[in-house]
């Protein structure tokens, strides 16, 4: 295959392809989400186990991991390349679709390079910079993470930290490494990544809430359901009963 060809290729992969993972380590949000049939995986890292007063990290991730097939990002939480050696694999260990997290760091990317050419996925966090971004490719990560929202918080522009990794992604197509738009405040975070032909956007739990919102949906189907009582008609005829699955 052309080059071009793989690159026209990719491109068009991508556009059927924006994955939601959830950015959460509460069990609750992420059962209730993967009810949906619309995420696809899920990210932790320190701050959000912290938050959600697990006191076994091990256990949780067992946990996420059994709720949903789609990667799993379970941090590392040493600094020090022997140390996140030895978390990444037991992490590795816990189950096949995990993803051992780790920071942007030389030895985090020395890392990433070994669990990668070992046949482990690899997020790589704590992206703030294109340049940092073309490293995380170049160790074979699965995922690199930039922060959309830290940058905005200090009067950057995230969304153009993520356009400028696409453009660099795409003029080499032997990176395999997805951009996984990270720290997402707002549904508008969700919709210029997918604008851009991020792969993923991993999002907090109310975000995704919000992606089904609107007023004039809420609105319109009052007046549908207001107009087709007036009718007096059922679609079921009698005997049918709706399916049982105790969803609303
Ligand atoms: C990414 O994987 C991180 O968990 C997360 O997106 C960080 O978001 P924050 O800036 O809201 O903490």
Redesign the pocket.
Same mark, same amino acid.
């Given at each position: 295959m052309s080059d071009d060809l793989v690159h026209v290729t990719t491109h068009i992969v991508r556009r059927l392809n924006v994955k939601f993972f959830v950015?959460t380590a509460d069990l609750n949000d992420i059962k209730d989400l993967a009810a949906t049939g619309l995420l696809d995986g899920v @990210?932790? *890292?320190p701050?959000?186990v912290a938050k959600s007063g697990h006191s076994n990290f091990i256990d949780l991730i067992k946990d996420i991991c059994a709720v949903v097939s789609g990667p799993v990002?379970a941090e590392v939480a040493a600094t020090d390349f022997d140390t996140m050696m030895a978390e990444g694999l037991y992490l590795s260990k816990i189950a096949k679709n995990i993803a051992v997290?780790v920071p942007l760091t030389p030895a985090g990317l020395k890392v990433c390079k070994t669990l990668s050419q070992q046949g482990t996925m690899v *997020?790589v @966090?704590l992206c703030f910079s294109a340049a940092q971004a073309i490293l995380a490719a170049k160790a074979g990560a699965t995922f690199v993470?930039p922060?959309v929202? =830290?940058l905005d918080d200090i009067g950057e522009n995230g969304m153009q930290l993520i356009a400028d990794i696409c453009e660099i992604y795409k003029a080499y197509p032997q990176f395999k490494t997805e951009v996984?738009v990270?720290?997402? =405040?707002h549904p508008m975070h969700v919709v210029d990544a997918a604008k851009l032909g991020a792969h993923v956007a991993?999002i907090?739990p109310n975000v995704i809430r919000q992606l089904f919102a609107h007023p004039l949906t809420e609105k319109g189907l009052a007046q549908f359901v207001a107009d087709w009582q007036k009718t007096g008609q059922k679609i079921l005829p009698e005997g049918v009963q709706p399916m049982k699955t105790g969803r609303a």
């Open positions: 950015d @990210t932790t *890292n701050s959000l990002s997290k *997020n @966090t993470s922060f929202g =830290r996984l990270a720290s997402v =405040r991993t907090p």
